[in-house]
């Protein structure tokens, strides 16, 4: 059984930081890639950030180059978002995704609050 289980999430002050990590379990190999969502009240779920697992080539959304970024530890099966200068639009809930290509696996979501 596949499971990614992210952390991290909580509330924070306008300007402050957050990391959140997603650790994958329950599968052999490495994905291709692995990517962050997020999922405001009322809106729909948009893109954050990727990471190529193999060579650790990144794409971020516009809104979020510059201050998010995100890792992966090979060894440990972990994806990481590191988040700076948040902001209250940055309030979501956060879900990382395992691409293993023919297959994709989602975590159950962290909650992040920002508050102004």
């Known amino acids: 059984q596949v499971q990614l289980v992210e952390s991290g999430g909580g509330l924070v002050q306008a300007g402050g930081s957050l990391r959140l990590s997603c650790a994958v379990s329950?599968?052999?190999?490495?994905?291709?890639?692995m990517t962050w969502f997020r999922q405001a009240p009322g809106k729909e779920r948009e893109f954050v950030a990727t990471?190529?697992?193999?060579?650790?080539?990144?794409a971020y959304a516009g809104s979020m180059e510059g201050r998010f970024t995100i890792s992966r530890d090979n060894v440990k099966n972990t994806l990481y978002l590191q988040m700076n200068s948040l902001e209250p639009e940055d309030t979501a809930v956060y879900y990382c995704?395992?691409?293993?290509?023919?297959?994709?696996?989602w975590g159950q979501g962290t909650q992040v609050t920002v508050s102004s």
């Open positions: 329950g599968r052999t190999g490495s994905p291709y890639a």
């Open positions: 995704m395992a691409d293993y290509q023919r297959t994709t696996y």
């Open positions: 990471i190529i697992w193999s060579d650790g080539g990144t």
